[in-house]
Nanobody, 125 residues
Framework: QLQLVESGGGLVQPGGSLKLSCAASGFTLDYYAIGWFRQAPGKEREGVSCLGRSGGSTNYVDSVKGRFTISRDNAKNTVYLQMNSLKPEDTAVYYC??????????????????WGQGTQVTVSS
C-alpha cells in the first residue's frame, strides 16, 4: 500500500524554523516528483515547493523563495521541507504529494496521485 506520512509541524514564533518530513512507504520516492502544499482555513490549497524525480527540477512559490528549501534523502525514502524565517502567513496545514515519473515538478496540486494526511504549522507569538 502506497502511503505518505508528514511530520514535523508545530507551533513556532515568527522568525523561527521548522523542518517538515514526508516519509514514504510502499514505493520509492526517488522515482516520483514530490510536492509540498499548504492550505489555510478558508483558502485554496497552494503549492509551496516541489522536486522532480531523481534530482530533477525544483520550484518554489515566490512567497517562500529564499526561506524554504526542499530536499530528498533516498536512504530514508523521505523528502524534507526546511522552513526558515517563518511568518504568520505561513500558518496552514502542510501536505506532501507524489506523482510518478517526471523529472519536472508542478506547484499545481491537480496532477499528484498520492497525498499524505497533513501536518499543522502555526506561526504565532
Amino acid at each position: 500500500q502506497l502511503q505518505l506520512v508528514e511530520s514535523g509541524g508545530g507551533l513556532v514564533q515568527p522568525g523561527g524554523s521548522l523542518k517538515l518530513s514526508c516519509a514514504a512507504s510502499g514505493f520509492t520516492l526517488d522515482y516520483y516528483a514530490i510536492g509540498w502544499f499548504r492550505q489555510a482555513p478558508g483558502k485554496e490549497r497552494e503549492g509551496v515547493s516541489c522536486l522532480g524525480r531523481s534530482g530533477g527540477s525544483t520550484n518554489y512559490v515566490d512567497s517562500v523563495k529564499g526561506r524554504f528549501t526542499i530536499s530528498r534523502d533516498n536512504a530514508k525514502n523521505t523528502v524534507y521541507l526546511q522552513m526558515n524565517s517563518l511568518k504568520p502567513e505561513d500558518t496552514a496545514v502542510y501536505y506532501c504529494a507524489a506523482l510518478p515519473g517526471p523529472r519536472v515538478c508542478y506547484l499545481n496540486p491537480s496532477p499528484y496521485d498520492y497525498w499524505g494526511q497533513g501536518t499543522q504549522v502555526t506561526v504565532s507569538s
